[in-house]
């Protein structure tokens, strides 16, 4: 179990319904957060209109301002107080682009958002242990917000929703492949030494439903929850629920059964 007193969380995407809601369940728990944001006005806002005291945020809460593909910005965000945090969330992804195309009716507006934040991170954290080496000592542990419908395992898409996942979602499912094939190669280093975290969790969520509410899901403890190997296949889930499970599950546990697994959440 992490301790709440001892323990921070650094959260990229925070604008985004999965890792806002995880946010606010930090802040609300107690836990002080560092969060990357292009515009912190609107970040404030959001928290604010769910219901979080101003209060809460100025104990808890430092937003960056920055870009998630620049070394400096995310190692500003990786540093809270002068320390390396204990946690890394990222939800980050592309908006989608409608495009004239039968073959690739959907793009994003990033296409490599994904894969060049990770390497940021990557490169973001090297620098930071290289100027203070007391905190190659202190590795986080790091979960990302990823998709069904790339897995090397079992088919985790049902049926009905295939054509959309391997065809209309072609490209932006692409990017989220890069992703997650440079956090698998970084934790594949044989020597211990050369891996910046102690453990990686990725989340494949099936398709995400709602907004900026995290009290709108229905409840982590009501998903479906499985792995690459033997996926919990269904059709939607709440970007609320995907935010707290994550806080509830590795926050909270310290990532618990899940480390180096690709976890499935469908509701």
């Known amino acids: 179990m992490s301790d709440k007193s001892n323990s921070t969380i650094a959260i990229f995407g925070a604008t985004g319904g999965c890792a806002n809601s995880t946010l606010v369940r930090s802040l609300l728990a107690g836990y002080d957060v560092s969060a990357l944001a292009r515009t912190p006005a609107k970040l404030t806002s959001q928290l604010l209109a769910q219901g979080l005291p101003q209060e809460t945020l100025d104990q808890h809460l430092t937003i960056v301002q920055g870009d998630a593909t620049k070394v400096e910005n995310v190692k500003r965000t990786l540093l809270l107080d002068g320390k390396l945090v204990s946690f890394i969330i990222s939800g980050l992804g592309g908006k989608p682009v409608f495009q004239k195309s039968l073959r690739k009716p959907v793009s994003i507006d990033n296409p490599d958002i994904c894969a ?43 049926f009905g929703f295939r054509f959309l996942y391997h065809v209309l979602l072609a490209v932006p499912h692409v990017d989220k492949r890069k992703m997650e094939s440079i956090w698998t ?10 891996r910046l975290f102690r453990g990686v969790v990725g989340v494949r969520a099936s398709l995400l439903t709602g907004g900026i509410d995290y009290k709108s899901g229905k409840g982590w403890k009501t998903l479906r929850v499985g792995v ?40």
């Open 116 to 158: 060049t934040a990770t390497e940021t991170i990557l490169n973001a954290l090297r620098e930071i242990c290289a100027e203070n080496p007391s905190a190659a000592a202190m590795k986080p542990l790091l979960a990302y917000v990823s998709t069904t419908g790339i897995s090397n395992g079992p088919e985790d898409v049902p």
């Open 185 to 194: 190669s970084h934790m594949a280093q044989p020597e211990a030494s050369e």
């Open 228 to 267: 690459e190997e033997k996926p919990a296949v269904g059709y939607t889930i709440a970007r609320a629920d995907v935010g707290e499970w994550i806080f509830e599950q590795l926050i909270k546990k310290d990532g618990g059964e899940w480390v180096g697994k690709s976890v499935t959440l469908t509701s």
